[in-house]
Every structure is written in C-alpha cells, then in structure tokens.
T-cell receptor
Framework: AAGVIQSPRHLIKEKRETATLKCYPI?????VYWYQQGPGQDPQFLIS???????DKGSIPDRFSAQQFSDYHSELNMSSLELGDSALYFC??????????????FGPGTRLTVL | GQNIDQPTEMTATEGAIVQINCTYQ??????LFWYQQHAGEAPTFLSY??LDGLEEKGRFSSFLSRSKGYSYLLLKELQMKDSASYLC??????????WGAGTKLIIKP
C-alpha cells in the first residue's frame, strides 16, 4: 500500500539558510500534519492543513511557513535556520473532514541538521 | 493543562508479556492512539480506542477506561524486534493529538 512520502530524507544546512521540506500524503488523504521531533522527545505538532486550508496551528515558529497545494502535497518552508531547528520533521496524513478522529499515518521523516 | 503520563522505560524478556500504561488528563476526549517508534524512524500506528474496553490485534491489545483516564498497551510473545518506543497520544476536543513522551521498551533475550 502507498505510504506518505517525504523528501528529502536528509538535509544539511548552515545557520541563517532556508530549507523546504516536501510531503506527499497517502492517495485520497486530504489532511496533512507537520511535526518536529527532537532527540528523545515526543513529536511536537507544528501545523495542519485540510483541503488546502490551514486547519490548526501548533508550536510553529514565525520563521516557518507551510502550505498545501491543489494535489494535496504540502511544503514546509523554514527560513533563518537556527541550530535548534536540527530535528526530525515528520509529515502525517489522514482521510476525513476537518475535526476528524481519523488515524494519522506518518511519513519516514526528514532529518534536518543545521550546522 | 493537558497531560499524558507513561513510564519512561521498561525492560522485558523475549517471549514474555508486557503492559505499558498511559494515564491522561486532557480538555475533551476524541480517542486514544498507540504508536510504535523505532529510533530514527517514523511512528507507526498500532491501535485506536474511543470506547471503553479491550481491542485485540494479534500480539498487541489496547485497553481504555475513559472514566479513569487510563489506557494500556499489552504486548504478548515479545520478540526482539518489539524493542522500540511506544507513544500514547490522545485526541482532545479540538481534534489535536496530545502526545505522551513515550515508553522505551527494551527486550532482553
């Protein structure tokens, strides 16, 4: 079965640079979630989109922005990168209306290292 | 505030049974999820409980008591590949997942 696809899988950037992470949800899934997970920590919710509109916002820094496109893929744009942004970034997708309890399925993640 | 508690680490023996507990206090409740996460990998969905009782899925079972704000994940016939972190997550009234810190399960031969 098709799963959530994320690219790139690994990314190395320097401080103050920008990065763009991409997420392709499971086919027919219309909701996308972005999470940040530091070493030994639980996933921290950043932002979610349903039907190309932002549906919820978590602890996403102002330096980050995201959007969901007409084909339901999503991109997380990160600017003015800081050392503390080094983490695993997961995208998850689900099928359902806004406010749904549908299960979130996670992509393999993008490991971002900021030097 | 919202809070999910689960043990930080547990150790069990291959072939045995282990129960990982999770207690929660959240603003509203729209279900409880268990995920398995191997180091450096994505969380993998294991189970979803929204009604009280036991849900069995092969070697894994999950139990929920909404009145007690309590759930457990039961793993039977433990295998070495079950060594991983097990994350309890509750969906609150805003349909946002609130995550526990995870329980690192170590399986010994």
């Amino acid at each position: 079965a098709a799963g959530v696809i994320q690219s790139p899988r690994h990314l190395i950037k320097e401080k103050r640079e920008t990065a763009t992470l991409k997420c392709y949800p499971i086919p027919r899934h219309d909701t996308v979630y972005w999470y940040q997970q530091g070493p030994g920590q639980d996933p921290q919710f950043l932002i979610s989109f349903y039907e190309k509109m932002q549906s919820d916002k978590g602890s996403i820094p102002d330096r980050f922005s995201a959007q969901q496109f007409s084909d339901y893929h999503s991109e997380l744009n990160m600017s003015s990168l800081e050392l503390g942004d080094s983490a695993l970034y997961f995208c998850a997708s689900s099928l359902g209306t806004s406010g749904s309890t549908d299960t979130q399925y996670f992509g393999p993640g993008t490991r971002l290292t900021v030097l | 505030g919202q809070n999910i508690d689960q043990p930080t680490e547990m150790t069990a023996t291959e072939g045995a049974i282990v129960q990982i507990n999770c207690t929660y206090q959240t603003s509203g409740f729209n279900g409880l999820f268990w995920y398995q996460q191997h180091a450096g990998e994505a969380p993998t969905f294991l189970s979803y409980n929204v009604l009280d009782g036991l849900e069995e899925k092969g070697r894994f079972s999950s139990f929920l008591s909404r009145s007690k704000g309590y759930s457990y994940l039961l793993l039977k016939e433990l295998q070495m590949k079950d060594s991983a972190s097990y994350l309890c997550a509750v969906m609150d009234s805003n349909y946002q997942l609130i995550w526990g810190a995870g329980t690192k399960l170590i399986i010994k031969p």
